[in-house]
T-cell receptor, first 114, second 117 residues
């Protein structure tokens, strides 16, 4: 199916475990983003990527790692999960150029760290 | 970096009443402006966007927004709301980047619109 998909939709993990959230888009968009959504904070940017093998930190990158070996995939890894990383995570993508002026969002992954 | 302020965290209204959700942003440089809507347990869906041209922008579901450069505002309005409009609404701003049309998005904290029968 065309679009942007995140997996899993729901995840419960224990403190200290490593967990990876997956994001896949089928549009060959250059830009991809990871946001976390917390009550009272709106959406905050964790990391973004302008192209394969190019990534950069956002507002709240600590405790997270990203990679982008292929244009269509942008996984987000929590190296050692903490309770403060309990959140809803959204992946987004956007193209470049004059006709690409919208970011498309996945359905989100609800992560609970216990 | 941009800063986006949504002045109301919650807006309760009755069905068929008009509504305005307020948004102000910090920078006076050229920007793109967006309103997104999020229904429960779903991702964000674009309502409307301002890129250039007319300051009044019309979006989906009867929503519109007006860009006011001097006041750095981009308020969202609907003349008559429905119960189905109950959702969270996010204002977002993006700087115009050289070489691409959309940079990173800066979001406000969101406004929960609740429409009562």
């Amino acid at each position: 199916d065309a679009g942007i998909t995140q997996s899993p939709r729901y995840k419960i993990t224990e403190t200290g475990r490593q967990v990876t959230l997956m994001c896949h888009q089928t549009w060959s968009h250059s830009y991809m983003f990871w946001y976390r959504q917390d009550l009272g904070h709106g959406l905050r940017l964790i990391y973004y990527s302008a192209a394969a093998d190019i990534t950069d930190k956002g507002e709240v990158p600590d405790g997270y790692v990203v990679s982008r070996s292929k244009t269509e995939n942008f996984p987000l890894t929590l190296e050692s999960a903490t309770r403060s990383q309990t959140s809803v995570y959204f992946c987004a993508s956007s193209g470049i150029g004059h006709l690409n002026t919208e970011a498309f969002f996945g359905q989100g992954t609800r992560l609970t760290v216990v | 970096a941009q800063s986006v302020t949504q002045l109301d965290s919650q807006v309760p209204v009755f069905e068929e009443a008009p509504v305005e959700l307020r948004c102000n942003y910090s920078s006076s440089v050229s920007v793109y402006l967006f309103w997104y809507v999020q229904y429960p347990n779903q991702g964000l869906q674009l309502l409307l966007k301002y890129l250039s041209g007319s300051t009044l922008v019309k979006g989906i579901n009867g929503f519109e927004a007006e860009f006011n450069k001097s006041q750095t505002s981009f308020h969202l309005r609907k003349p008559s709301v429905h119960i189905s409009d109950t959702a969270e609404y996010f204002c977002a701003v993006s700087d115009r980047n050289r070489g691409s049309t959309l940079g990173r998005l800066y979001f406000g904290r969101g406004t929960q619109l609740t429409v009562w029968p």
